[in-house]
């Protein structure tokens, strides 16, 4: 019998293991079988607790996939002004809109960045006719890679699941089945780096975030008092919590502060999908991870929309936002 465990080592897979790629393994560097599930869950559950970001490889989204929409998306931004400017808004009622700096500046100092801001996946007309039908390769490779975004951000829903005890599905239902919103920040070099930031320091609003921001350095992370780089990986994702996974989980996975910084020397673009509940959702502490007597709930019940009004109310501050749903027990 030709077992696998008799060779010392296997410089390539062959033919005959070779799955056809809709039947083959998925996503993250394990095979998402039980057995080796934990040690990813745990890996994420330890790097979640301890920084609130990690990063994903091998995670099975086609590198093509990836390059196709960030090159359609670069290709938007690099549109001549009078092509771009009927998708200009600060209307957050607008279903795919430009803008520059960003909505919570207040008239203040501005961010050195450009986005767009539309509903990703589904891929439904009613999101879909917002999409910029000028450019041709929007719509195709956007549909391919919200589709594969939103496959890998379920299987990490479910390892985070997995790694807390709770119910593989516990996340995978309308918790995270709200419209994905996707948000492409552009920042063009910097004549002075010093003098600017390209995105105020915020937490995400919605349940978990999927980033692609290619090889340009930029995004901060804090840690305690300090602001750690999240380090370009080539091809790597960046996942981090949004305010709903911190109050599901009763604080266990936090949502951490992050904002990004300027360069001279490149542009840098990062995609991020942001997984939403649906906007009628109640959200509250997970009872699983709630205890009344040594671990009561931190957070109050209510509906996402309502979380979502509060968090344009208190200009994206964590502190301020976070007020109105906490439950103080001192
Ligand atoms: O540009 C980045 O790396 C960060 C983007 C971000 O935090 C966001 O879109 O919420
Ligand atoms: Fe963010």
């Not at 840690?223 to 911190?246: D, S």
């Not at 509906?303 to 906490?326: G, H, I, N, P």
Request: with cysteine; hydrophobic share 40%; charged share 20%.
């Amino acid at each position: 019998m030709e077992l696998l465990s008799n060779a010392l080592a296997h410089r390539s897979v062959p033919d005959r293991y070779g799955f056809p790629p809709d039947k083959g393994p998925v996503l993250l560097a394990h095979d998402h079988s039980p057995d080796v599930a934990f040690p990813v869950a745990a890996e994420i559950i330890r790097a979640g607790k301890e920084f609130g970001f990690f990063q994903v490889v091998n995670h099975g989204v086609e590198e093509g996939v990836v390059r196709g929409f960030r090159e359609a998306a670069a290709g938007f931004f690099a549109m001549l002004a009078e092509d771009k400017l009927p998708y200009c808004s600060y209307d957050m009622s607008k279903r795919f809109r430009l803008a520059t700096s960003t909505f919570y500046d207040s008239g203040e100092t501005r961010y050195w960045h450009d986005y767009i801001k539309f509903r990703g996946y589904p891929a439904s007309n009613q999101n879909a006719r917002h999409w910029p039908s000028k450019l041709v390769n929007f719509t195709p490779s956007l549909v391919e890679y919200s589709a594969a975004v939103h496959e890998l951000a379920q299987t990490i829903l479910c390892l985070i699941a997995e790694g807390l005890g709770l119910d593989g599905t516990f996340f995978t239902g309308n918790l995270s089945r709200g419209d994905t919103h996707m948000s492409i920040n552009y920042y063009p070099p910097c004549p002075d780096p010093t003098l600017t930031m390209g995105l105020l320091a915020h937490c995400d609003r919605h349940l978990l975030t999927v980033l692609s921001q290619a090889d340009v350095a930029g995004l901060q992370a804090r840690h305690g008092e300090r602001w750690l780089l999240v380090h370009p990986i080539p091809g790597a994702f960046v996942v981090n919590f949004g305010h709903q996974m911190e109050i599901v989980t009763n604080r266990v996975l936090a949502s951490m502060e992050h904002r990004a910084v300027t360069n001279s020397a490149a542009a840098r673009m990062s995609v991020a999908t942001h997984v939403h509940p649906t906007d009628g959702c109640r959200i509250r502490p997970a009872s699983e991870m709630v205890d009344e007597a040594m671990n009561p709930a931190r957070y109050r019940e209510f509906a996402f929309r309502e979380f979502m009004e509060a968090y344009d109310a208190a200009d994206a501050s964590r502190e301020e936002v976070l007020q109105s749903f906490m439950i103080n027990h001192d």
